[in-house]
């Protein structure tokens, strides 16, 4: 069985799946030599044209020369922008670009001087240039792959496995494209010293120059040109295959040459096959023999609305619009300007627009030769996009997929394989623009990819970013460590006592000003304490110190509230109230006063103390009725021994207390040594003059007048009810032991007890209010005090113990009398 390249050698073909013959319409165009156009003033250099982003050299205002450099970058892939004339730059700026979107892009306008003056140029030569430097120069000159694709050259030239067999592409199958054709006439020496640059590079086993059948002056002109050329005889070779659309494209090049299928996703360069256009060749030579840069290429313009069709070469960046005007454009309505031939081209949406590096072709077809668009119809399923497509693709599938935006499901049926050579839509029975659907839907798949792309970039430079942060941190700490072992390890033993008598110092001085006063929160004082201490016995004084302190905080802030709640429960009387008792009781005291004035013996007083508290009244009856019966028996025994004796009275107070024991201790004291002042002046009035005794109502009423108006809320009934029958036993004891004086002392005493146990000193009463139901509050100038309900009842048992007692006095004095 023969090997492959002995097949080439014996000039065996394959064929390919799919394709179409359409009409050729060459002849329009390639029947006359390549030629130029007149310089256009204006020129549109997009940046970058070709590979990665390219950073501007220049500024608006610089002047520049023809085949400058205008951009700098960096990227395998990155190839430079070059002026395509002479002149100077008016504007960078977004410009509509040569796209089917028509999208700006980021444009260097230059406005030509005329001079077309070239820049420095430096011609090489193979033996003078290894193959990194003859890399680099194609690099340098911006080549990109002529047919369509502009893929960079020296990436190509530059592959990673060996290269056995190599294609210079000179098929041109797309109708209405002479480009290449006429290049091979006019210049198929330049071609093949190009051709001699790829081979020295790559030194494949085998070189093949494929070209159709319907290029036979193109044919002869290159295998001329091989015969004339130093290329080894059996290693290149011109050969001839069938017209068939699109046998020019590469996957299809090499199944037609070899019979080898380039798998899904894979590259020619995988199966040791490189292909390169024709045009490719020819700039690669122009690159290295003599130093230019791709600056300009041959465009073909045909169309029956063209008045000089041909080929020609354009300056990189001369605008469509003014290219057309040279070859004499005839305008009409809705006229429409095709890039690329009648299957692959796209129409633009605008004019002006550069010529691009890929750009090999400006159709300006009449209604003649192209028909008027027409509404797409629905599928009929026919099959023959499936038949013409020579990818072997289902593109019925696909264009259901695509319509419905489902790009996932569209990408599964190999859409990334589909070359837009426009075969199924030539074929399409219901006029449905098929590649149209699959430009979107990859375009779509392209922009999810990248949005992708930079998503998982963006998460990585993220994750970098904190394992930096986390490193940069354990590097720190490490360092740190690292440092006070140091320090540590060379400290002497002398450096280490001053560390710790300074350590010591700060914690005295803590503690210092801890146990200090201070006003600050219990908050601070805990937080103070805890920093402060140091030394355990110290640290437990400390805390102690602040519990106390707290507590007696605590209490004082009790006390505070108390008060507070005091003041803020009183309820002041009522002034007009007040008013009223105390001109009732200035009334009773003047009554009184012309009672006493008509006749001195003693008569009942109205008690002026209508509102008197029942429990204060049966502590004064109780305190009254011991001071009558301790009298009583003194008068028995000795008459001049009126005076009471301290001890006793002291004694007969201390009975009374001890009955009602609920009542204040301080209140109490007060009111048994009124009660011994009292007896005491009582006595001494006896052995002077008994008329004097009497008593004097309007000081006395006068005394209690001040009572009667702060009080309004007090038992009135039971007041009266208990003094009365107190005066009466009084009465009448003292009528049986010289009436005169018993009445005026027990009058004197009950009263000041009353008044003493109202009163502390001075014994001034402010207010006397019903709190709740039992419980009576009594405010003074200087203090206030509660009278619980058991306090209320044990002063009333120590009442009827008093009353029974007086009573009981009162019998004896009966029956001694008698």
Known sequence: MLTILEQLDKGSLWQSPGGIHPPQLKTLSNQSAISRLPLAKRFVVPVPLVGEQATLTVTVGDKVLKGQILTEGAGFTYLPVHAPTSGQIIAIKQHATNHPSSLPTLSCIIEADGQDTWC??????????????????????????????????????????????????????EPYITSDDRLMRDHSHEIMSGVGVINHLLNPQRIIIAIEDNKPEAAQAMQDALNRS????????????PTKYPSGGEKQLIQIITGKEVPSGAIPAQLGIVVHNVGTAYAIQEAIYQGKPLIERVVTLTGEHIGQPGNYWLPIGTTVADALQSVKFIESA???????????????????????KGTNCLLVPSQNEIAPDVDEKACIRCGECAVACPALLLPQQLFWHAKAEEYDKAASFNLKDCIECGCCSYVCPSDIPLVEYYRVAKSALKIEAEEKRQAEQAKIRFETRLQRLEDEKNAREAKAKEAAAKRQANMKSSDKDAVAAAMARIAAKKAQVTTAPSTASSTETATQTSQAVVDPKKAAVNAAIERAKAKKAAQASAA????????????????????????VARAKAKKAAQINQTDMVPT????????????????????????????????????????????AEIESTTDIEASTDPIDDKKARVAAAVAKAKAKKLAQANQ??????????????????????????????????????????????????????ADTTIESI??????????????????????????????????????TPEQIKKAKVAAAVAKAKAKKLAKSAEQEEH
């Open 334 to 356: 809705e006229q429409k300007v095709i890039v690329g031939g009648p299957m692959m081209g796209y129409a633009l949406a605008e004019l002006d627009v550069p010529i691009l």
């Open 604 to 647: 009942e007083v109205e008690p002026s103390t209508d509102i008197i508290d029942d429990k204060k009244a049966r502590v004064a009856a109780a305190v009254a009725n011991a001071k009558a019966k301790k009298i009583t028996k003194e008068n028995q025994t000795d008459e001049t021994a009126l005076a009471p004796q301290p001890t």
């Open 120 to 173: 420095d140029l430096t011609p090489n030569s193979l033996n003078q240039l290894s193959k990194p430097q003859i890399l680099d120069k194609i690099k340098q000159a911006g080549i990109a792959g002529m047919g369509g694709a502009a893929f960079p050259s020296h990436v190509k030239l530059n592959p990673a496995s060996e290269i056995d067999l190599v294609i210079i592409n000179g098929i041109e199958c």
């Open 688 to 741: 002077t003059d008994v008329t004097i005794l009497a008593p004097h109502p309007t000081t006395d009423i006068e005394s209690t007048t001040d009572l009667e108006a702060t009080t309004d809320l007090i038992d009135d009934k039971k007041a009266r009810v208990a003094v009365a029958v107190a005066k009466a036993k009084a009465k009448k004891l003292a009528q049986a032991n010289q009436a005169d004086e």
């Open 230 to 241: 130093d290329l080894p005889k059996g290693v290149v070779r011109v050969t001839v295959i």
């Open 560 to 583: 505070r509230n108390d008060t507070l709640d005091s003041t803020s429960e009183s309820v002041i009387v009522d002034d007009k109230q007040a008013k009223i008792a105390a001109a």
């Open 750 to 787: 009950a009263n000041d007890s009353i008044t003493a146990q109202h009163t502390e000193t001075p014994p001034t009463l402010k207010h006397e209010i019903a709190s709740g139901s039992d419980t009576r509050l009594i405010i003074n100038d200087d203090s206030a005090a509660y009278l």
